[in-house]
């Protein structure tokens, strides 16, 4: 995706010793809420309560999705995989990090962070391939530290101690993946950590800002912005992460503030409020992304109008949940390969040239101008993988392709390649296969110079269908 991110300082910021009341919706039927994680794709904010239920809530309109047991006792982390594949929960009794399905809870598998520290705010890295796990010996025996695992499958990579009674509560990393902050609930601070090895950058006390016992983070999406969740005076603490000085610091409309966790784009952050029943509060705060998505292509670019034909759609911006669409029809089975790629199906359209759309969950739209053909039934589709070669001592294009990947109602008779003047200077040139096997011909060049399209065609019984596309540049000087 292709986003810009600005300054999300507000108009009016508060100084440490100021208190706010942001709160912009209460979110109420809880039954004791702790940690909090939200999707990639912003749909949908996880709420994982004290008996270990996940409740699901639809982020557009605050209602309930649906829930499922997690088997955790007393979770104190929660965090959602970048691809959206996995929902990571921390088990304090158990020592363990589970792996469970987003939608259903269904177990993917666990680890166990070892005996004498019970793990807590987990944060995983950008590319969701590394997790940080700050260990609490507060509930054992062990010292307090954080170990860097394998998100996968929980293989120790690296372990950074800290002073006995420091008790490490969470960790957040930075968007770039280079700094990891964390929380020390004991030693009233929040450190700022290099993601490489451990060693401490800087660090933030609280006490200066008029907080204490700080517990769970979140980063704004561009991470200019830390969100500390603070015990003493219950509420928010705002911190620019340039500094550690304090923006905001939000208190009115908190009685008991325990976990948090930004959307998507960080336009609301959602603190849950460890009462009895309990609530999660949500809070505005400004939209960080502008998406830009963009069209560059479709591959194949045809197939019959009945649908059916599997394509790959290429350009920028693409996120999980995209719907791409063919002149209005949605194409079926979509799967995001990456933010440049989809895979699906089309399904039946009109016959003829037709836009192609992409569309993100936020809205956001890219189109490529008549970049597919629908193709009447009886007619083959386009030649595919078109190569077009120069020959500057005899003039010639040697021109060749791939059999369409449908062929209409009958058998190809013939392949046409078409040179086309990029000037319009010249007339088009030609070259016609004397069958409908033939995947090669060449075009004569009778006045070398101009630069030419060069595309295919292909003929059956019913007529001539769509030409290929892109069409192939050739400099024939």
Known sequence: MVSSCASTTNDVSQGAGQSSAPVSKTISGFDLPQVLATAPDGKTLYVAQNDGTVVLINAADYSKAGSWNSGVTVPLGIAASPDGSTIYMSNRTAGTVLKKKPETGANLGSWSVGSGTAPAGIALSPDGATMYVPQNASAGTGADKLTVRTASNGTLQKTWDFKKGSRPRAAAVSPDGKQVYVSFEGANRIAVLNAADGSEITSWDLASLGATTPGYLALSKNGDRLYVVTVNPSGVLVLNTKDGSAIEKWTDGFKSAFGIAAATCGQTVFVSDWTNPGNVQAVDQPNQCVETVTVTGINPNSGPDSGGTQVTVTGSGFVAGAQVSLGGSDCASEAVQSPT??????QAGKAGLVDVTVKNPSGATGTLPQGFTYVSGNLPTAPQAVTALF????????????????????AIVRYTATATDNNAKTPDLSCTTPNGTTLTCKIQVGNPGPRYNVTVTATNGAGTGPASAPPVDVQTK
């Not at 790629?341 to 089309?346: A, H, L, Y």
């Not at 020959?391 to 009958?410: E, F, H, L, R």
């Open 391 to 410: 020959n500057n001592k005899t003039d010639i294009i040697t021109v060749t392709w791939q059999a369409p990947a449908n062929q209409g109602g009958s």
């Open 341 to 346: 790629q989809i895979i699906c199906k089309t």
